[in-house]
């Protein structure tokens, strides 16, 4: 088989909300610019995991998706993110609703390295956990922009216009009676990450703020193996971006996967589970990218947008995409002799 390695890279899946050309060309910026550093990595030899930290954590510190610096709030105006790793022999890290790192990916992926568990929470047991592996930790700083933003959809939800929490809805009253909003604000779209080695080895990662307004307390998708991302090296790895509560409840990512393990090429496999999602919850609900281990790599969404960014070895160049109408890049034809295939 006529391999080929790099990695895609995702921003958020949502609708659309152009705020300029200015904004599109900011994205399309930092996309690429995560897309480039993983590449690099993996072109020296690097491994993918490397790969999907490093582009992740070029996304975080960028401040402008939803993530580390530009994580979105909590109903009651805080930060609290969740992110996830995994490679392709099943070693995983996840943390969840923390708000002590910056770089929530190295988080979880020192969860994975350097403590036998799958998933840790909370800022206390992670701040000890830090302590005691000798990680040093910057405190999430929200910038001024994502208060802003805080207060206008908090608005909105007072008024009852937030379709997404019916439920939470009701709750309103008793969450934000004491409270004391604090001057914290986080993001927009959450940033994911799937890279495929030389040797065909796997990795796949993502860091979120979570969904607006969401319940201090709440654990989206981000934090689930098997929803929020996959890796295995006998299939492909896969990032899913979107309503959390949904991913979780049809393990989209971990379908992915499945349906590269049985033969699919990452582009049947995304468009396949995404159908899936959509014939199950309805549309306008996620996005997912993915790699299978051929070096294939494929993109599907049910909403209006997937941000994204392609670089592949096959490739000129780094290619983002942002816009509805736009393509994802052509990619060099691989058809493996599935005959061959270890399942
Ligand atoms: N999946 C994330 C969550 O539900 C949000 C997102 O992808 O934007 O926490």
């Known amino acids: 088989v006529n391999r080929d390695y790099g990695i895609v890279v995702h921003g958020g899946a949502g609708s659309f909300t152009p ?14 610019r995560a897309a480039s550093t993983g590449y690099e990595l993996l072109n020296k030899g690097g491994s993918s995991v490397e790969a999907v930290e490093e582009a992740i954590k070029v ?3 960028s401040a402008v998706f939803n993530a580390g610096s530009g994580a979105s709030l909590t109903l009651e105006g805080k930060v609290t993110t969740d992110a996830a790793i995994m490679k392709g022999d099943l070693s995983c890290g996840c943390i969840g609703c923390v708000s002590i790192s910056k770089n929530p990916i190295s988080l979880a992926r020192a969860v994975m390295e350097r403590s036998d568990h799958v998933l840790m929470v909370g800022d206390e ?21 994502r208060l802003e933003q805080y207060k206008r959809n908090l608005a909105t939800m007072q008024k009852g216009l937030v379709k997404a ?4 809805y009701k709750l309103l009253k008793d969450y934000l009676k004491n409270d004391s909003f604090q001057k914290t604000e986080p993001v927009s779209d959450t940033v994911g990450a799937v890279a495929v080695e030389k040797n065909s080895t796997v990795a796949a990662g993502v860091s979120t703020g979570g969904r607006w307004l969401k319940l201090p307390g709440r654990v989206g998708d981000s934090s689930v193996i098997g929803a929020g991302i996959y890796a295995d090296d006998l299939a492909g790895a896969a990032s899913a971006t979107g309503a959390g509560e949904e991913i979780i409840r049809v393990c989209l990512s971990k379908s992915v996967c499945d349906l590269m393990r049985i033969g699919a090429d990452a582009q049947t496999a995304c468009e396949t589970a995404v159908n899936i999602l959509t014939a199950r919850r309805g549309y306008g609900i996620a996005g997912v990218i993915a790699v299978d281990r051929f070096g294939r ?24 995409v942002v816009m509805p109408k736009e393509s994802p890049p052509a990619q060099r034809k691989i058809s493996p002799n599935l005959t061959r295939l270890n399942f």
């Open 165 to 168: 929490w019916p439920r939470n």
């Open 19 to 32: 705020t300029s050309k200015a904004d599109i060309a900011q994205r399309k910026r930092i996309l690429s």
């Open 59 to 61: 996304l975080e510190d």
């Open 297 to 320: 790599f494929g993109s599907a969404r049910n909403t209006e947008m997937l941000q994204r960014s392609f670089r592949f070895k096959s490739m000129k160049r780094t290619l983002a």
């Open 125 to 145: 047991s992670l701040s000890k956990f830090s302590r005691a592996i000798g990680l040093h930790l910057s405190r999430l700083q929200p910038s001024p922009r």
